[in-house]
């Protein structure tokens, strides 16, 4: 009886601290999940300027290259980068998910309509704006206290999760790819 005893507390114990030592490798690859997108930990340094529409406007492009606006797509779908979709209607986006094709449908549909639509954005602001809405959406509306994020600001934000703090959404290749998109949109 005693031998038996032992024998079941050491099975137990053992395999206790083998689903212990399961769930510690789970947490550990969830949270490194969060942040291992090319997040940013530097910012830029840019000069902002009056704009022609709003109050403030980068006038240089961050990396003192035009971006990529095909690429400005893949970073605006993107579940855990810009994720504009999330909020922005943008239709040349959602005429690329087929209805017949869920992969397709999964990556450019489902628009949230919590925020204006980005259709014809190129013909309210100028590149400089755009940029600025972008890389600091607070600066170039500072009335509106937005709920859009900071895509361009790696400080400033309070309870960051854990492996994100210190990094900035986008890097300036990947402001200067979206605002190449944006400006396709008139
Ligand atoms: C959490 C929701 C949210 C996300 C995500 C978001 N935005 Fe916004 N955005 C807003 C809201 C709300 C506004 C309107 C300004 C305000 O806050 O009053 C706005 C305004 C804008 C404007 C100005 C539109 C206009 O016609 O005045 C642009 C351009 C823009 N966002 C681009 C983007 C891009 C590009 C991304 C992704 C990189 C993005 N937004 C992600 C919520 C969001």
Redesign the pocket.
Known sequence: MKVTRALLGTVAGAALILTAGAFDAFAQKKKKSRCKDGEAETVATYKVDKGENLPAAIAASLTGKPGNAEKGVK??VHRRL???I???QVTSILQRAKDDDLASLRKYGFH?K?????DG?AE??TEAE?RM??VD?KQA?PD??????S?HRNDGFTRVIGDCKGLAI?TAERVED?VAF?KTLK
């Open positions: 970073w605006m810009g994720n504009c999330a909020c922005h949230g919590i925020a204006p639509t980005l954005v309210r602001y755009l809405i972008v959406i509306f509106a206290n937005s709920i859009m994020p895509f986008l979206v944006l």
